[in-house]
């Protein structure tokens, strides 16, 4: 699946943008919450998902990138998000808080800063719905993609398989359309793209191709 993050989009037209991707069949859009704490910029807070969640007929995956995943987690739940992500470096309660947000019928996600060893979430694996491989430094759009990722997904995608486990592989930085059958042949199945769709000139055949690349690699 290829989810657009709105963090790409214009920001005075952000409902625009969504359109734009909905008419083209995306229904699931990736929300970035930077809390200029745990990361060096300040994004979206709950006003931003429930308004959406009003407006259109979407799933909304919300990245929190704050040092109080706890509490955000609840004031996002409430705005009407359907999956949420937490850094496992932003607390040491992360079991807990993945019951918590499975436990009010949302998709949790655990999510890794590319420095992060990935064994540290491996206690987590049965209670995760998606493991989201960060691929660049959170905190900004337009990054480039960390190559040592592609090594990251493989060997967590094996350790997955092996546990007989269906949690899924989201990764999230500096993909686009050259490197996105890089990502899937590691084993990534949830793929974000913000710059490279929106920031393209444009970005619906952007994401037609993406989409394409995909359904090529599928059909493999
Ligand atoms: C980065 C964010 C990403 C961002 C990706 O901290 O978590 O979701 O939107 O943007 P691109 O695809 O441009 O790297
Ligand atoms: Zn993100």
């Known amino acids: ?21 909905l008419k083209e069949g995306a229904r699931t859009f990736h929300v970035d919450i930077m809390d200029g704490h745990f990361v060096p910029n300040l994004t979206f807070g709950p006003e931003l998902v429930r308004a959406l969640k009003r407006e259109f007929d979407l799933i909304l995956d919300v990245h929190l990138m704050v040092e109080n995943p706890m509490e955000a987690a609840k004031w996002f739940e409430e705005a009407g998000a359907d999956w949420i992500s937490f850094h496992i470096e932003t607390t040491p309660h992360a079991h807990k808080l ?8 949302k998709k949790a996600g655990i999510t890794l800063n590319p420095s992060t060893p990935l064994e540290l979430i491996y206690p987590l ?16 759009e337009g990054q480039k993609f960390i190559p040592s990722t592609l090594k ?4 967590l ?8 486990r269906s949690s899924e592989i989201q990764v999230d930085g500096g993909i686009g359309p050259d490197n ?10 949830l793929i974000v793209a913000g ?4 920031k393209s000139n444009d970005p619906v055949s952007t994401y037609r191709l ?11």
């Open 1 to 21: 699946m290829i989810i657009p993050s709105i963090l790409s989009a214009n920001f005075s037209r952000i409902a625009e943008s969504v359109e734009m991707m």
């Open 98 to 105: 993945i019951n918590m947000i499975k436990g009010r019928d």
């Open 125 to 140: 694996i049965e209670e995760t719905d998606f493991v989201l491989v960060m691929s660049v430094n959170p905190g900004f």
């Open 152 to 155: 990251r997904i493989d060997q």
């Open 157 to 164: 995608r094996r350790y997955i398989e092996n546990e007989g």
């Open 180 to 189: 996105l059958r890089d990502v899937l042949s590691a084993g990534a199945t």
């Open 195 to 198: 710059s490279s769709i929106f």
């Open 210 to 220: 993406m989409k394409k690349i995909e359904e090529e690699f599928r059909e493999k």
